[in-house]
């Protein structure tokens, strides 16, 4: 399968990307977040609106940090039991999300050394 093209502009499609150098809250429900913070990094994300279904969103670290990630509603909608989730300190920590329903589900296979309580 070809590479995905944006044809009104006749370019191959680039997923948004946002670098997260401070704390803060991820404001893109699709693409690719990278974590470069020095230090820990705080970060939140707000719950998909229904209009989101079936997007995918990676959170990667650049640096060797345990940073912190806030889903509002949890990790498949399981509230206040999976909603914060540690990054266990190491570059290349991460995970995938897709949007459904609401909620944000990790890709299966793809959380790399982040767990949520």
Same mark, same amino acid.
């Given at each position: 399968?070809?590479?995905?093209?944006?044809? #009104?502009?006749?370019?191959?499609?680039?997923?948004?990307?946002?670098?997260?150098?401070?704390?803060?809250? *991820?404001? *893109?429900?699709? @693409? &690719?977040?990278?974590?470069? #913070?020095?230090?820990?990094?705080?970060?939140?994300?707000?719950?998909?609106?229904?209009?989101?279904? /079936?997007?995918?969103?990676? &959170?990667?670290?650049?640096?060797?940090?345990?940073?912190? =990630?806030? *889903?509002?509603? !949890?990790?498949? @909608?399981?509230?206040?039991?999976?909603?914060? @989730?540690?990054?266990? !300190?190491? &570059? /290349?920590?991460? *995970?995938? =999300?897709?949007?459904?329903? !609401?909620?944000?589900?990790?890709?299966? /296979?793809?959380?790399?050394?982040?767990?949520?309580?």
């Amino acid at each position: 399968m070809g590479d995905l093209l944006n044809v #009104k502009q006749r370019q191959e499609y680039a997923q948004p990307t946002l670098p997260m150098s401070a704390d803060g809250a *991820i404001t *893109i429900k699709s @693409g &690719i977040v990278v974590v470069t #913070k020095a230090g820990v990094c705080a970060m939140t994300l707000a719950a998909p609106a229904y209009s989101d279904n /079936g997007k995918r969103l990676v &959170i990667d670290s650049h640096t060797a940090q345990a940073h912190t =990630l806030t *889903i509002s509603g !949890g990790l498949r @909608g399981a509230g206040s039991g999976a909603d914060v @989730g540690t990054f266990g !300190g190491a &570059i /290349g920590d991460g *995970i995938e =999300l897709y949007a459904y329903n !609401g909620n944000w589900y990790p890709v299966p /296979g793809t959380n790399t050394n982040v767990s949520f309580a």
